[in-house]
């Protein structure tokens, strides 16, 4: 086999995107980030894995698992190319991305996988421990957030190896200035979250009166 061979052979490989996040709530931002991924990088389809016990939130009121993976079942039900995995919430103790790029490359053999965030967490990902490990099972796509200069982002990459690089895709989504933590202070407050996320959670949130403590 020559290198076009080899080349031709990488090229054709299956795409898919996983879109991790604790998603309390999923909202557009999410959605229209995980979207535009799909089309720019030709997945076949993207995973949403809402987080069990996300490691590096802090927050202690955190909303139960099982509401924050009921919320973005509805969400993705609408888009055919859309999924949710129950991988982290059913595992035991503090979810890492590197488990789940794993149990997901197993599942998915021979496809190449794309880890999709925003460019603010994949700043959080270069501290953790096993990123090489990680850069070298999938590439990651940071969707860029309102305010988020994407210089700052190369300056702290600068520090890892040429190869890496390589597998950190930067993707421009329409500006959505939406936030979790913004919605949930919304409810809080009792000011409108309409809009800012499917109608399909804004209804699941007042039913299950989540983020009025
Ligand atoms: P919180 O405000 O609680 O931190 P969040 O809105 O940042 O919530 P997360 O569940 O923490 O949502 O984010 C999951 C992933 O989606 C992360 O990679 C994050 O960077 C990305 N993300 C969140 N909001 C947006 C947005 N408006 N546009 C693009 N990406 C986003
Ligand atoms: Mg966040």
Redesign the pocket.
Known sequence: MNAGMVENDRMKKRRIGL??????P?????L??AEEARYQFGMEKVIFIP?GI?PH?T?KDISQAWHRFEMTRRAVATNPYFAVSDIEIKREGASYTIDTVRAMGEIYKGWEIFF???????LEILTWKNVVELLEMCCFVA????GFKLESLGRKLAHLPQGCLEGIKTLE?PA?????????LRVWQGRPIKYLLPEAVEEYIYQNKLYLL
Do not use: C
């Not at 999923?26 to 999410?30: A, L, N, V, W």
């Not at 999709?116 to 994949?122: E, K, R």
């Not at 969707?143 to 309102?146: I, L, N, Y």
């Open positions: 879109m991790g996040g604790t998603f309390d999923i909202h557009h931002g999410h229209v980030a987080a996300p939130k927050r999709i965030t925003g460019a603010d967490a994949v969707a860029t957030r309102p989504v959505l200035a939406i936030s979790s933590t913004d919605i949930r």
